[in-house]
């Protein structure tokens, strides 16, 4: 005689893990949370993780640059002006924020073993000051080149030199100059020193302007210091503006000023 057998019931188990399959086919992944699970992927994590956004209007800020002063570190932030700084080493740190068109800002923090700090980051817009202009005849080139240079310096990219600060230094050669700027330092290749950015690999070298106009390394970084009226320094392609963006400018860009420029 054939025993009849009783249908077998689902454990709790597998019910549990039915209703979970269900729950995250049907969920939204949440861009917020996964920006956090990138942010700490373990609890020995750390850092600082924030947003930047604009103090007024409390709108992300993207492709503000994040620096660890004093180190290499450096980031970008993201569409929703949200960074991270991880594998940082326990201690004191100055961080400066900075984006085109705000007052850029430093915050102290001291960071501990395994722990991530969270920061918001309100940067207040540059005030858009137009002088008042008396028109007597047609402005020269050079001034006219000159106007954005102050533009762009006021912007908060890059790193300036002014003509100030050339004649203060009493630099004997272009390189001597530009080693002054963070970021930048000296290689020898066979008796000629250059310039190149810290973070741009090996043989990676800037492209170089000269009075707004693309020129040749050896022809620019010999210009004497004492023809110079101002510099531009770009340290790489995230800070680079648009006119400078030439042949060899993911390797950095120095634009060179001088006073006898047309």
Known sequence: MALSRSPRRPTYASLGA???????????LDPALAQR???????DS?????????????????????VVLGTHVTVTTDSSGRFALSALT????AIEVHAVGYAPVTWLATIEARH???????????????PEVVVKGKVPLAERRFVDFERRRRSGMGYFITQQQIERSGAATLIDLLVSA????????????VAKMVRSPPGCYPQYYLDGVESTAYFARHTPPRDVRGVEIYRGASETPGEFEGSNSGCGV??????SSP
């Open 18 to 28: 039915f209703l979970f399959l269900i729950g995250v086919g049907s969920a939204p």
């Open 37 to 43: 699970d990138s942010v700490a992927p373990n609890p």
């Open 46 to 66: 750390t850092g600082v993780a924030g947003q930047v956004v604009d103090r007024h209007t409390h709108e992300p800020i993207h492709a503000g640059q994040v």
């Open 90 to 93: 326990p201690g004191s740190y």
């Open 116 to 130: 991530l700090l969270r920061h918001l980051f309100e940067l207040d817009p540059l005030p858009v000051e137009l």
């Open 182 to 193: 963070r970021g930048v330092q000296q290689v020898c290749l066979t008796n000629d020193c």
């Open 254 to 259: 120095i634009v060179i000023w001088t006073k």
